[in-house]
T-cell receptor, first 110, second 112 residues
């Protein structure tokens, strides 16, 4: 089945850009997602990209997809303290099954 | 549009007791998912329904977990008997197509 991997932790300074990386294994994955989860809260969909796209930009968020390497990244421009959270990468594989990564904890320092 | 409703919000039980969670998906969403999220981990799919049929339950511990989706709408997830390692947040999600997933707020289960 699908396996989604992420690094566990990222620390950036306020105002800098953050780049969170993700790799997945199922080359037939059709949609790839980024979710944000704040402490004690539910999953908030940030953005998604269809597998036939290379890039998607939405305000401060930029998603890059390298389908050949099965690599997905999320860039947050001008990172703010409110961006501190856990970010999950997820991929839709066979039969619309959504598989999540382990999550990357983003810490924003002043 | 109303979101995915889950109840209860929190539940504390003793090990070996039983517990049930309820989920009401977005109206018209054919696919319903139950995920388990253990603290510090990503959500893990337990079971996926398409209408009232099971599509994938490969990671559901069937000796203690059961789930049903009557009439292809609401769903319940039951644990009987609960173990300490079942302490987690149980998330319900629904989707109309393969990209429009909506998650509920979850039920936080603590087994003591």
């Amino acid at each position: 089945g699908e396996d989604v991997e992420q690094s566990l932790f990222l620390s950036v300074r306020e105002g800098d850009s953050s780049v969170i990386n993700c790799t997945y294994t199922d080359s037939s994955s059709t949609y790839l997602y980024w979710y944000k989860q704040e402490p004690g809260a539910g999953l908030q969909l940030l953005t998604y990209i269809f597998s036939n796209m290379d890039m998607k930009q939405d305000q401060r968020l930029t998603v890059l997809l390298n389908k050949k390497d099965k690599h997905l990244s999320l860039r947050i421009a001008d990172t703010q303290t409110g961006d501190s959270a856990i970010y999950f990468c997820a991929a839709t594989g066979t039969a619309s099954k959504l598989t999540f990564g382990t999550g990357t904890r983003l810490q924003v320092t002043l | 549009e109303a979101g995915v409703a889950q109840s209860p919000r929190y539940k504390i039980i003793e090990k070996r007791q039983s517990v049930a969670f309820w989920c009401n998906p977005i109206s018209g969403h054919a696919t319903l998912y139950w995920y388990q999220q253990i603290l510090g981990q990503g959500p893990k799919l337990l079971i996926q329904f398409q209408n009232n049929g099971v599509v994938d339950d490969s990671q559901l511990p069937k000796d203690r977990f059961s789930a049903e989706r009557l009439k292809g709408v609401d769903s319940t997830l039951k644990i009987q008997p609960a173990k300490l390692e079942d302490s987690a947040v149980y998330l319900c999600a629904s989707s109309l197509q393969s990209y429009g997933y909506t998650f509920g707020s979850g039920t936080r289960l603590t087994v003591v």
